[in-house]
């Protein structure tokens, strides 16, 4: 049974940084390429980042480059976003997915960003 559990979310003010992760089980990790998407209150859901199977290509949103970063550790099955200088509209829910068709997508973690 595919799995993935996200972790890592929480409130915070603007400028803050946090960590999302997401443990993977049930597939091969490391043949995968993955991503993370997020879906605002109201909003439909919204890719923010890919990541290929080897961790040596990376692709992000615009309304996120040069603020996060998307990485994996294949030993361990793990995904990650490193959220940094965090603004009010990246409040969301975070999912992370299995790519390119999302077939598989995690529960989601809540990122709060508020003063």
């Known amino acids: 049974e595919v799995q993935l559990v996200e972790s890592g979310g929480g409130l915070v003010q603007p400028g803050e940084s946090l960590r999302l992760s997401c443990a993977a089980s049930g597939f091969t990790f490391s043949s995968t390429d993955m991503q993370w998407a997020r879906q605002a209150p109201g909003k439909g859901r919204e890719w923010v980042s890919r990541i290929n199977k080897g961790g040596s290509s990376t692709f992000y949103a615009d309304s996120v480059k040069d603020r996060f970063t998307i990485s994996r550790d294949n030993a361990k099955s793990t995904l990650y976003l490193q959220m940094n200088s965090l603004k009010t509209e990246d409040t969301a829910v975070y999912y992370c997915?299995?790519?390119?068709?999302?077939?598989?997508w995690g529960q989601g973690t809540q990122v709060t960003v508020s003063s």
């Open positions: 997915g299995t790519a390119p068709l999302g077939t598989y």
